[in-house]
């Protein structure tokens, strides 16, 4: 498969997870693992572009596949937008959360793009803060730093708007 | 984990030949809950068929009106269909309330309708469940049952089916198509699941070796104006403790058609035929709703945790009604 740009041949067996592939067979550490049952999205990475729980994937399913992690957000030296906006909204405490919901939110911002409808509206309106964070939900912080996540979020969406 | 044996095949009759004649064997399909159960040592499969490479992921038109939706198609995807969310918007509804966006891009519709219960005794190995090893008891009776069924229990197994997705299922009719080395049949949703009696190890009319290939739902004009709701304990990322599927088609103030289904309640995904044989040709108000919905209720079997639900899927299901009654809140 391809992580974070780069071509790696492993032989991993059939019942390694995703995640335990790139933590431990690769020296991928910034996916996370919260509670190994796809319940908190600290593990969220992109698979082609799409966002999914690493833990519940087993390794094997995704031969071929592009994935991307924290590590592969931003272009060289400059950060993604988001990342940047998580600084300045002081969206992370502790940071175990945060490569997820990084992940997380690039292809958040990608899913409204492109008309996914959510819970909240079944049009894919303005992003507001109740959108957010219904789209968001499956990534928890045990920090609490919910508010700072939604504004660095609004913010990029602001930006990408204008 | 225990270890086992991984194939992909590439096309159906593959799939089907891989199963046929191992008991050990199972489909994988985005694994959001088998993978769950292998690592917790509920599920022991010898050979693992991952079933993400059939082509079986594409929605097509029925004749007559209806959709076929491929069993591999996920569903987030499935949620975003345009035809889905104008024809039969509770179905678009019920998946968007279940999970989250992360493991409904994984999941599969084949996936959602076999996946299991999240009663807590079922994955506790020091627990007793008669589902994990028949003959064992159930913890759960007389332990903590506040998210336990209170339709179609038995003395062996309370437990809730948890699928959001199979009560719009049930409400919609849909017809679940399954192949295996013995040809290709089709099965009511209705009838697919299964309740506990002494079996509760046995949960659908599925046999081990049959594929899910795909879902189709029949033409329903009505259906359009329809409409999921769900309770439960988080704003989202949480399973129902109720849910209602319902839809409704009201003329000169008579009910013409209805179609009412409940999740969180139900040993299975719950189509409410009671509560459609009264509301049907009858007024359409409050007080023909909490009838209806209390002729469903009448049968619960309830145990000191879960003896609300009774009231709250009461409830639920007059909301649901009026909201679609009153047009209020409806796409
Ligand atoms: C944290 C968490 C929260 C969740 N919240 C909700 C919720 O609120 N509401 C809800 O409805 N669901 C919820 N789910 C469950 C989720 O919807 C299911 O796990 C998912 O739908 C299963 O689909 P899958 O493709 O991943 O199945 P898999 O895990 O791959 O398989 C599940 C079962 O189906 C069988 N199977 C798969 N495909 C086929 C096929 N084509 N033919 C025959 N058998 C097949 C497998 O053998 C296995 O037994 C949640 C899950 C998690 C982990
Ligand atoms: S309710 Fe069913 S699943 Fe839960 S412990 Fe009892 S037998 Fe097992
Ligand atoms: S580690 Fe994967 S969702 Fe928690
Ligand atoms: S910043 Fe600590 S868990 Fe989110």
């Known amino acids: 498969m ?138 928890l912080c045990r920090c609490g730093a919910y508010n700072g996540i939604v504004d660095a979020i609004r913010d990029v969406a602001a930006q990408e708007a204008r | 984990m225990k270890p086992f044996a991984y194939v992909k095949p590439a096309d159906v009759a593959g799939a089907v030949r891989a199963v046929s004649g191992e008991p050990g064997a199972k489909f994988l399909g985005g694994g959001t809950n088998l993978v769950d159960l292998m690592r917790e040592g509920v599920e022991r499969p010898d050979t693992v068929v991952d079933v993400t490479g059939l082509p079986l992921d594409t929605i097509d038109e029925l004749p007559g009106g209806g959709l076929r939706i491929g069993a591999l198609v996920r569903n987030g995807t499935l949620t975003a269909d345009e035809r889905v969310r104008a024809r039969y918007p509770v179905l678009s509804q019920a998946l968007l309330a279940g999970a989250s966006a992360q493991l409904r891009n994984m999941a599969t519709v084949g996936g959602n309708l076999l996946q299991r219960t999240r009663c807590p005794y079922f994955y506790d190995h020091a ?74 190890e046995i949960e659908t009319e599925l046999a081990p070796d049959e594929l899910v290939t795909a879902v189709e739902l029949p033409s329903a004009p009505f259906a359009a104006r329809s409409r999921y709701r769900k309770v439960r304990d988080r704003a989202s990322y949480a399973f129902a403790l109720v849910s209602v599927a319902a839809a409704l088609e009201v003329r000169d103030g008579a009910v013409t058609a209805v179609r009412l289904a409940l999740g969180g309640v139900g040993a299975k995904p719950w189509r409410a035929h009671e509560a459609e044989r009264i509301l049907l040709g009858g007024p359409a108000g409050e007080e023909s709703f909490t009838r209806a919905a209390e002729a469903e209720l009448a049968g619960a079997d309830v145990r000191p945790g879960n003896a609300f639900k009774v009231h709250l899927a009461r409830a639920t299901v007059v909301a649901t009604l009026r909201e679609l009654n009153t047009g209020e809140g409806t796409a």
């Open chain 1, 2 to 139: 391809r992580v974070n740009g780069a071509v790696e041949s492993l032989d991993v067996q059939p019942w390694v997870s995703l995640l335990d592939a790139l933590r431990d067979r690769l020296g991928v550490t910034g996916p996370k693992k919260g509670c190994d049952q796809g319940a908190c999205g600290a593990c969220t990475v992109l698979a082609d572009g799409v966002r999914i729980n690493a833990c519940l994937a087993l390794a094997v399913q995704y031969d071929g596949r592009e994935i991307t992690t924290v590590e592969g957000l931003a272009s060289g030296e400059e950060l993604h937008p988001l990342q940047a906006a998580f600084i300045r909204h002081d969206g992370l405490q502790c940071g175990y959360c945060t490569p997820g919901q990084l992940c997380s939110a690039v292809a958040m911002l990608a899913e409204h793009r492109a008309g996914m409808p959510s819970a909240v509206t079944e049009r894919s309106g303005e992003l507001t803060e109740a959108e957010i964070r219904e789209r968001m939900s499956g990534n």
């Open chain 2, 127 to 200: 627990a007793a469940c008669n589902k994990r090893e028949p003959g064992g008891g159930c913890d759960a009776l007389g332990g903590l049952n506040r998210s336990h069924a209170v339709l179609g229990v038995s003395g062996s197994c309370i437990a809730a089916h948890p699928s959001d997705m199979c009560v719009a299922l049930a409400a919609l009719d849909a017809v679940i198509e399954v192949e295996s080395v013995r040809g290709t049949r089709r099965i009511p949703m209705t009838g697919f699941h299964r309740l506990p009696g002494d079996t509760p």
